[in-house]
């Protein structure tokens, strides 16, 4: 893998890949993890995306994500990147820098980025044309961006907010038929 920005087909392996890695990190995290999904492209059946498996771990408060979890996570190869500029997350990678296979984020279980990762997941699973138009624009930013993963995932920005407010409007929408 390199850090050029690239779209793969979607591959049924990012699944089993997932549930292999949630194993261990469940293991490594089990005094603190109350719970864990696949976010990400790589979590959508039909999506093409970047080959990285994001994985989303649940804690009551990130600050008890210390140096003994972080000592723990390495031991199964996930290094710790401090990303200041996301204070309501702890970010971890496994594999090289701007080549990594796998992604880690550790948000508060159920707060607003958790849900907001589960809204745009399921909101694209249950709706093909949304997982469509989102597919042709990461292809389009990927040829725009080729060497810009920065660049390439701040322009997918606009597209996830419309689609985690429209995910957020439909629930509450179901919440008042009941």
Not at 39 to 51: D, E, F
Request: glycine share 8%; with cysteine; net charge neutral.
């Amino acid at each position: 893998m390199s850090s050029q920005v690239e779209i793969s087909g979607y591959d049924p392996q990012w699944a089993e890949e997932y549930m292999r890695e949630k194993r261990k990190i469940v293991e490594a995290l089990r005094d603190v993890c109350v719970g864990v999904e696949h976010i990400g492209s790589t979590s959508v059946p039909g999506l093409g995306a970047k080959a990285i498996i994001d994985i989303m771990v649940g804690v009551e408060d990130l600050a008890i994500i210390q140096s003994e979890q972080r000592q723990r996570l390495l031991g199964i190869e996930y290094e710790y990147v401090h990303k200041p500029d996301f204070p309501e997350r702890a970010f971890f990678r496994r594999g090289e820098w701007g080549a990594g296979t796998h992604h880690l984020h550790i948000y508060k279980y159920k707060g607003e980025h958790w849900e907001s990762h589960l809204l745009f997941r399921n909101y694209l699973k249950a709706h093909p044309e949304s997982l469509r138009a989102y597919e042709t624009l990461k292809k389009d930013l990927a040829h725009q961006f080729k060497h810009d993963r920065a660049a390439y995932t701040e322009a997918k920005g606009p597209f996830i907010r419309q689609i985690v407010e429209q995910a957020k409007l439909g629930q509450k929408q179901r919440q008042m038929e009941f």
